[in-house]
C-alpha cells in the first residue's frame, strides 16, 4: 500500500507528549440521530468512548457459542494454529483470532443487524471486519491485558491511517468485579498517547501474550484517569459493550473460580483501510489484520 503521512507518531525512541485526537468520534452528522442508538447514546459513545448494553444478546443465543468455545478448548489441532494464542508457560488458550474464518455461526453474528446498524451509525460508512477473536481468562488462571489503545497498534503494526474504527466486546461468559472483566479509561479516546520503543520484527508472537511495547507511560495514564476514572462494565452472558478504537483499556488476572470469555469484533470503515505499518516493519498476518478483504459487510438474513 502506498505511504502516507504519519499523523499519529508513535514507537519512538524518545518520548512524545500526549496530544488531543483530530478525528471526529462520531463520524457522520447526518446518521447521527437516523440509526438504532439514541442521540442519549450516542452522546454516552462521543463523551466516555465506550457503551455498554446489558443482555443485549439473549443468554440462549450464546449457549451455542459458549459449546462451541468447550470444543475449542479440546482441539489440539486448533491449539496448534498460528492464530491461537496460548498462556505463557501453559497450555490453556489465552485467544483465539481469526474466529469469524472459523466459525459460520461467529461470522453471521458479525452481521447482526442491529450490531452491524449501530456500528454504521457511530462510523457513518459502511464497514468490514478488521480482526476478531475470542479472548479467555480461565478461573484462577486467566492472566491479565496491560492498558492499552488498539488504534496505537493498528496504526502502528498494521498501517490503519485514521481512528475509524471501534469494537464490540460481546460477553460470552457472566462478566463480574472478581474474574478480570474489561476496564476502560472514559474520555481517554480523545488523546492520543505516543509509546517509547522500536517495533521489533514479529513482535506480535510476544505482544499477544504479554505487551511491553506499544504501552503506555504510567505519567500520561495517571492524568487520563484522574481526569475520567476507570469503569468496568459488567454483565450476564450476552451483553454488549462497543467501545472507541482509541479508547485506553485493559483487565486485571482472573483471581475467582468463574472462568470469563469475551468476544471481539473489530469494524472498520471502509474509508479506512489499512496501508504499508507506520512502524516500518512488514505487515501482521492476515489473522490479525484483514487485508484481503474489505468488501462491506452485508446483515445476515
Known amino acids: 500500500m502506498k505511504d502516507t503521512q504519519d499523523l499519529f507518531p508513535t514507537r519512538l525512541e524518545r518520548k512524545l507528549g500526549m496530544f488531543e485526537r483530530i478525528d471526529p468520534v462520531v463520524h457522520s452528522a447526518e446518521q447521527r440521530n437516523s440509526g438504532p442508538l ?7 459513545f462521543e463523551r466516555k468512548g ?3 448494553f446489558d443482555s443485549f444478546f439473549d443468554k440462549a443465543q450464546m449457549d451455542d457459542f459458549i459449546q462451541d468455545l468447550r470444543d475449542y478448548e479440546n482441539d489440539a489441532d486448533l491449539k496448534l494454529s498460528e492464530g491461537t494464542v496460548l498462556e505463557p508457560g501453559r497450555e490453556e488458550i489465552r485467544s483465539i483470532f481469526g474466529i469469524h474464518e472459523i466459525s459460520e455461526r461467529f461470522s453471521r453474528l458479525t452481521r447482526d443487524p442491529r450490531l452491524l446498524a449501530m456500528v ?3 462510523l457513518g ?3 468490514y471486519i478488521h480482526q476478531s477473536r475470542i479472548n479467555y481468562k480461565p478461573g484462577f488462571k486467566g492472566k491479565g491485558f ?3 489503545s488498539d488504534f496505537e497498534t493498528w496504526h502502528s503494526e498494521d498501517g490503519m491511517p485514521r481512528m475509524r474504527s471501534l469494537s464490540c466486546s460481546i460477553v460470552l461468559t457472566d462478566n463480574g468485579e472478581f474474574n478480570g472483566p474489561l476496564m476502560l479509561i472514559p474520555g481517554s479516546h480523545n488523546y492520543f498517547v505516543p509509546c517509547v520503543g522500536r517495533t521489533p520484527e514479529n513482535n506480535y508472537k510476544e505482544s499477544l501474550k504479554s505487551q511491553y511495547i506499544g504501552v503506555p507511560d504510567e505519567r500520561s495514564l495517571r492524568e487520563l ?7 468496568a462494565p459488567k454483565g450476564p452472558a450476552g451483553s454488549l459493550i462497543i467501545f472507541e478504537c482509541n479508547t485506553l483499556h485493559g483487565s486485571n488476572i482472573n483471581m475467582s473460580c468463574w472462568p470469563r470469555s469475551n468476544l471481539f469484533f473489530v469494524y472498520n470503515s471502509v474509508e479506512n483501510t489499512l496501508h504499508d505499518p507506520y512502524c516500518g516493519n512488514k505487515p501482521r498476518p492476515e489473522f490479525l489484520a484483514n487485508r ?3 468488501e462491506p459487510l452485508e446483515p445476515a438474513g
Open 120 to 122: 454504521q451509525q457511530l
Open 146 to 148: 496491560e492498558w492499552h
Open 50 to 52: 465506550f457503551i455498554s
Open 292 to 294: 484481503t478483504n474489505w
Open 225 to 231: 484517569m484522574a481526569k475520567g476514572d476507570i469503569e
Open 38 to 44: 439514541s442521540a442519549e447514546e450516542v452522546d454516552e
Open 125 to 127: 460508512s459502511d464497514v
